[in-house]
């Protein structure tokens, strides 16, 4: 086509989804990443699928890229714009169209943010298992596009465990609508396991459906600090045998994070008493709350025993769970304690996750010596998290050398490069360290079998 991509937009779409030029609001430019900002070609909010299919059609037509836009909350770069290309943002497709408590499901656009999701459930009293940190504003889309965990991961497993149906639009505007709500339903290909993770790189989630959970009425935490990650390992092995499914948590805590947030922040609560060389914070849930906190008590005094655990405490009230979660929560706060940072979302095996802890923190440290890098994770589902400031750097943080390290590191350790937010821009060239050539293989085929103009999300995953 001839004309000019921003006035083909402008003249073949409804007006009242299309923003150009200056007036895109700079919220827009980019996600959380950290990439440089850039102003995408237009801004366009459908309001329903069918005005996704209406954009992708003319954008495959034209030859326009897309790049489709959640809450923005992901730290790869998949939601980062792409200079010359549009960005699709879900954020209008909102409606909580249903809950159904005889199903258990919940039937939602791809807009709706992840913490009104949760309450919609709440109310209808069930449960959306899927809880994320940034919950308030990451949306369904893109939970569902990147696959992500969080906290309890442990008990319900990954985005997609929680998935029965979507609708989809495809790259040249095709409507592929398949919102089943059974949980048996092994009629042909389950296509839907091919959008959620692919980070919009296959098509563009519109609607799901959310499979619920009946809704636990009771919850406790318990703060433990664990003679070395030994000991923490024991302590998961015990929790998994004696609390069974009511273990929603397992959050272990290195030195490096817990004593760093404590002391950077003074108005954090601090339960525990000494250092340990490493924090465990244990949340059980259930139905039976007499049951299920006498089995953690018998779990904890089985450990602090054995000497596993060096001292323990169990939450009495709603108040001191708010207190045990307050530090592994204070993660909000990086950028107001550390500047500029390069974060890590990876995982390793449970059993070699201590020693390479250990290799991370020192290798970084005889690089950098002012280096200030901070560990902690979910552990019981593999998922590391590391973040790293170097003060001496300043705003100039070294952040290709850093991740060149951690990368070769988790590599060696039979790790993968992302456990959680996907590969975005930022972790492309690393995707060989954790897929095999036959698998990236696989992946392009895939990519080019459903996106043969390459419009969608371009230069995200494989590139």
Known sequence: MDMQPERLLGQRLDPAIVTLAEAIPERAWHDWSGAPPVRPLAWIRPRSTEEVAAVLTLCSEAGIGVVPQGGLTGLAGGAHPVAGAVALSLERMNRIEEIDPAMATMTVGSGVVLQAAQSAAEEAGLFLAVDLGARGSCTIGGVLSTNAGGNRVIRYGMAREHVLGLEVVLADGTIVTSLNKMLKNNAGYDSKQLFIGSEGTLGVVTRAVLRLQPRPTFSTSALCGCR???????????????????????????????????????????????????????????????????????????????????DALLAASGKDVADFWAI????????????????????????????????????????????????????????????????????????????????????????????????????????????????????RRMKLALDPKGILNPGKVLG
């Open 228 to 310: 070395d990650f030994d000991a923490a390992l024991a302590l998961l092995r015990a929790a998994r045998a004696g609390l069974g499914p009511s273990l929603t948590s397992f959050e272990v805590m290195w030195p490096s994070f817990y004593e760093f947030m404590a002391g950077s922040l003074p108005s954090l609560p601090r339960p525990l008493s000494g250092r340990h060389a490493i924090t465990v914070l244990i949340e059980v849930s259930g139905f039976d709350a007499e049951h299920e906190a006498a089995r953690l008590e018998a779990v904890l005094g089985a450990m602090l025993e054995e000497g596993h655990v060096e």
């Open 328 to 443: 592994r929560e204070s993660v909000a706060e990086y950028s107001k304690i550390m500047g500029p940072i390069t974060a890590f979302d990876v995982g390793v095996p449970a059993h070699v996750t201590g020693p390479v802890v250990e290799r991370l923190e020192a290798g970084l440290k005889s690089r950098w010596p002012d280096v200030i890098a901070l560990s902690y994770g979910h552990i019981g589902d593999s998922n590391l998290h590391l973040v790293v400031n170097v003060p001496s750097a300043g705003q100039e943080q070294p952040a290709a050398e850093i991740s060149a390290f951690v990368y070769d590191t988790v590599r060696e350790a039979g790790g993968t490069i992302s456990a959680e937010h996907g590969i975005g821009t930022l972790k492309r060239k690393y995707l060989p360290y954790t897929r095999s050539p036959q698998e990236l293989d696989l992946m």
